[in-house]
């Protein structure tokens, strides 16, 4: 069975990658290279032993996407190909709408004209905004997100939950918390274009001395340290979820609308120097750190109830924050070493 993997040389895409590939899915990636690189491709065929089809190209170039969905039996999509950058977001709005939303529309033209189902949206916990309970569960009421990346992920999974009702088919919304990590052999992981804006490739490329110091955006948020808290989830955890997800989609013989929704998190909130000191400890190595004041926009608190998936998926991520965090390490030391 073939399935599209939009954005699939990106960090969550290509760790999904090789676990559809080890799945034995048939595997086709569209991704235009514009937040990957290409020897992530060849690093997926060492891992997995097996080669995904490749097509460089723009999801909004119709015809060209077209053209993928008549050469290949393609039976569902991962739909991971957006830009993610919530700073850059707010300044690039209308790049933001017209790059996360057309893309997906475009795919979902295919998707109606062929009569496909099994569609699987890379969704984001952004779309609680700050939650007034925790955990979060997937009953807890979105709220208006704070910037236009988040309002994206809103529109996305909207525009999904009408095209499985309109044409009665089946789609999984999955919402991730923080993603972390890399792949146990060291050849996939994240690539953070200039100064990275999330905590963990922060941490390590200050432990790595490419940065001088990490700032800590903030020590007076009602938490137990006073730093904000994070449910971070383990990449190829969650890689395995979109797997778990799929084959929840294609096993479900139901032929009306199927619309699933799932939080991806650990359950387990981390301060922002638990995982600078869960670094620390996993390696050996020292992040030298200041505190600075509030970063504008983040919230104090967000981790999952993600009892829901593993009911009903049977997934569950158990990868310790230090074992994550080794990981990155081990990544970034390759990183530095094809430098
Ligand atoms: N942080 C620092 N210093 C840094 C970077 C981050 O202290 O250099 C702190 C942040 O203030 C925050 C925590 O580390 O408290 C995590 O920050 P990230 O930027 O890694 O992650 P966010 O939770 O802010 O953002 C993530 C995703 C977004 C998504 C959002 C939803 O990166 O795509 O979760 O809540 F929108």
């Known amino acids: 069975m073939a399935i599209l993997v939009t954005g699939g040389l990106g960090y969550i895409g290509s760790h999904t990658v090789v676990e559809l ?14 937040n990957s690189e290409k020897f992530i491709l060849k690093n997926i065929e060492e891992i997995a032993g097996k080669k995904p089809v490749f097509y460089p190209f723009d999801l909004k170039r119709k015809e060209l996407l077209e053209q993928v969905f008549e050469a290949h039996p393609i039976e569902g999509c991962i739909n991971f190909a957006a830009y993610k950058a919530v700073g850059e977001s707010q ?20 998707f ?14 952004t779309v609680y905004g700050q939650a007034d309970t925790m955990p979060i569960d997937e009953n807890t009421p979105l709220k208006a997100a704070e910037s236009v990346y988040g309002k994206t992920k809103q529109m996305g999974e909207e525009i999904l939950k009408d095209f499985a009702v309109g044409y009665q088919k089946k789609i999984s919304l999955l919402r991730y918390f923080n ?16 100064i990275p804006n999330n905590l963990v490739p922060y941490v390590v490329q200050t432990a790595a001395g490419i940065r001088e110091i990490l700032s800590v955006w903030g020590d007076d948020y009602p938490t137990e340290d006073g ?37 991806l998190g650990t359950g ?27 970063r504008e926009g983040d919230i104090t608190v967000a981790y999952a109830n993600a009892d829901k998936a593993e009911k009903e998926l049977g ?25």
Do not use: M
């Open 91 to 110: 300044e690039k709005p209308i790049d933001y709408y017209e790059n996360n939303l057309f893309s997906l529309i475009n795919i979902l033209q295919e």
């Open 21 to 34: 590939l080890n799945n034995d899915f048939e595997v086709v990636i569209v991704d235009d290279l514009s």
């Open 179 to 194: 993603p972390i990590g890399a792949h146990p052999s060291a050849r996939l992981g994240e690539l953070p274009i200039g």
């Open 112 to 125: 109606k004209k062929r009569n496909i189902s099994n569609f699987i949206f890379s969704s984001s916990c």
């Open 227 to 263: 730093t904000a808290v994070r449910d971070y989830i383990y990449v190829v955890d969650l890689a395995k979820a979109h797997v778990a997800a799929l084959k929840s989609l294609i096993n479900n013989p139901s032929d009306k609308a199927v619309i699933d929704v799932y939080n």
């Open 268 to 294: 387990k909130g981390s301060s922002v120097l638990d995982v600078v000191k869960a670094f620390e400890s996993a390696t050996g190595v020292k992040v030298p750190y200041q505190i600075c004041d509030r």
């Open 315 to 339: 997934w569950k991520s158990d990868t310790t924050l230090e074992e994550a965090l080794k990981t990155s390490w081990e990544w970034q030391k390759y990183v530095t070493s094809r430098n």
